[in-house]
């Protein structure tokens, strides 16, 4: 029935007729949203026909933006207005960090590999969300135990002593363990105190250490993110993604 | 303001008069929406003041009851008729199988382990998602690559080759692989076609094996689910747990 009612002539007339509403998207990477709603205001009177909504998540600050087509020029000057005030910060005009990732991996022909312990799986499994994740994800380790970390991914017993397992030198050498024994191109660390147990003064629970680590160089990122188990967890995952498209894109740092 | 205007007599007043809304959940598992529905509609006028919803999502059938003080008894009669009708797929009076599978892990003092290949790190990832989840995982490999299966996993060459990579004996070896290499006591192993590639006649996307081995046995389950990517691996993942439940605490098959 569904088919033939929209089949039907007066239908399609109906439907032809319809305006066709464009949405895109912009992303920025930790600008807060007063600062977006400050550029917003100045060149409100130029942004005629355009419907602006903004949403803060996990670091990410979405700009989606519903106009018809005759307000194309308008969405080019908001464009025109978020470029030139968060040019360190605009990472995309449209795709996800996600698919920016996977596209950048594949463009290369890189296959990347995780050695994770905090977030247990989750930045792997993350990254193989999208399709055709087989041919750039070799795999990784959730390495919850130390001895997982040291008899899986080589991290040595020395550096867990060191400086503890939640620490920058353990999240490297965890990237570096899981880039090794995958034989990938790039390797990503993860390690951190997702709570609500395992905090201490020195390494309260929100505490995370992140690195990434590929042909030509590496990065490390480290920092206390608020929230609890679950929110430090996929913000950490978050924050993983954004490594990487760092490693292999530039743009605004993790 | 707010704790002031709590404590105050006639806030306070109204609050005890109230009515204390009741609310309780029970879990089937694989059991057909009909059926219950049959069931409730037999005993229905033994039912009154009872507030009763049904969810299916992923194998699970969700019975969330609200009812006030006064129909406790009705209440009692509901849960009987659904164990009486339903007592082979009954899994739960309240508690997840994420939470029944953590308690009883912590019960025995057990650790478990995953080797997974089509979730990606999913299985590992809702595994460590409760808290204390470091006391009972120890961890787990996502192994997207074969050469990751042999060289992390000791699955043999031999046993990918003979039936492939998405096979019940892989499936096996991933969970022996997962269990000895992390020296856990239950091992998980997860292999399967998420999609939307990937897929052949013999064996098409949706296509998973399991097991799991512990100290006294092992259980497998083969499947051809439906949906597109993301929901083969949820599902899977829901596989995978509730087979874990099974191996600790019997009921209903996986």
Redesign the interface.
Same mark, same amino acid.
């Given at each position: 029935m569904w088919p033939a009612a929209l089949a039907a002539e007066p239908v399609r007339r109906a439907l032809a007729g319809a305006t066709e509403l464009r949405q895109r998207t912009l992303r920025l990477w930790r600008t807060p949203e007063s600062e977006l709603a400050a550029t917003l205001r100045r060149v409100d009177d130029q942004l005629t026909g355009l419907e602006v909504t903004t949403c803060l998540r996990d670091g990410e600050l979405e700009i989606v933006t519903r106009y018809e087509p005759d307000a194309d020029d308008a969405y080019g000057r908001l464009v025109a207005a978020v470029t030139a005030d968060f040019a360190g910060t605009l990472f995309s005009d449209g795709p996800t960090v996600d698919e920016l990732v996977a596209w950048a991996l594949d463009e290369r022909g890189w296959t990347v590999a995780?050695g994770e312990s905090e977030? =247990? +799986?989750?930045?792997?499994?993350?990254?193989?969300?999208p399709?055709? &994740?087989?041919r750039r994800?070799?795999? +990784?380790? &959730?390495?919850?135990?130390n001895? &997982?970390k040291e008899?899986?991914l080589d991290v040595p017993p020395a550096t867990l002593v060191d400086g503890g397992a939640v620490s920058p030198a353990v999240a490297r050498a965890l990237a570096e363990g899981a880039r090794a024994?995958? =034989?990938a191109d790039v390797g990503v660390g993860v390690t951190g105190v997702a709570?609500? *147990? *395992?905090g201490t003064p020195e390494k309260p629970v929100g505490t995370v250490h992140l690195a990434v680590v590929g042909p030509d160089g590496a990065l490390a990122y480290s920092d206390r993110l608020r929230g609890d188990?679950?929110a430090v967890?996929g913000r950490t995952g978050t924050l993983a993604v954004h490594l990487l498209r760092q490693l292999l894109l530039g743009g605004p740092p993790a």
């Open positions: 995780v977030t =247990g +799986g989750l930045v792997t499994a993350r990254l193989t969300e399709a055709g &994740a087989s994800v070799l795999g +990784g380790v &959730a390495a919850y135990a001895s &997982a008899q899986l024994r995958f =034989g709570g609500p *147990g *395992g188990r679950a967890r």
